[in-house]
């Protein structure tokens, strides 16, 4: 009498998902930008196991696009696609940005920048004597003491006139001018 007896051996393969891999490439961690600013707020985006079904773009919580792969541009000749991409114009302060890739196991991963928008530098008023035309005068006399003001990132909102330290006049629109009587 004979018995036989078969074994079949399989071998066990890892089946664990895993998440997509997400990294923002503009713009860099703690990037500080001068206002006003824009710039296209891009993300690398891939799935090992699958594939990317969207990748959300958020400034400080608040969701400012979402772009699936339709969305992206591929090169006719090399086939590349362009990364994932939105337009930001983000205001003055500090701007935490994230970018959650999902894929199509239902993964998902968040990448975060933050980034600073300042205010642009302050540039002093130029202001220029424009009268008296001459340092000497003939008392007594009423003297004309005139200028003229411009600011190039704001505006004048008054200019004040002085003879020897002494204010002798302020004028809030021009031509900025002021008399000095009894010289």
């Known amino acids: 009498l004979s018995t036989s007896s078969s074994v079949i051996v399989r071998e066990a393969t ?7 891999i997400v990294s923002i490439l503009i713009p860099t961690n703690s990037v500080a930008f001068t206002a ?27 969701v400012i696009g979402t772009l699936t792969p339709a969305d992206l541009e591929v090169d006719p000749d090399s086939g590349l696609v362009a990364p994932y991409a939105v337009s930001l114009s983000p205001s003055v302060g500090t701007h935490t940005l994230q970018a959650i890739a999902q894929d199509d ?70 031509p900025y001018q002021a008399t ?3 010289l």
């Not at 890892?14 to 997509?20: G, I, L, R």
């Open 105 to 174: 196991g239902g993964l998902a991963a968040i990448a975060s920048a933050v980034i600073t928008v300042m205010n642009p530098a302050n540039t002093l008023p130029v202001v220029t004597l424009t009268s008296p035309a001459t340092s000497t005068v003939t008392a007594p006399a009423d003297v004309l003491i005139a200028a003229t003001a411009s600011d190039s990132d704001g505006s004048i909102t008054e200019v004040r006139l002085f003879q020897i330290g002494l204010q002798v006049g302020s004028d809030a629109s021009a």
């Open 180 to 182: 000095q009587t009894g």
């Open 36 to 62: 006003p600013v824009t710039f296209m707020f891009t993300v690398s985006a891939v799935d090992l196991d699958g594939q990317i079904i969207s990748v959300t773009f958020i400034d400080n919580g608040v």
């Open 14 to 20: 890892n089946t664990v998902p895993t998440p997509p």
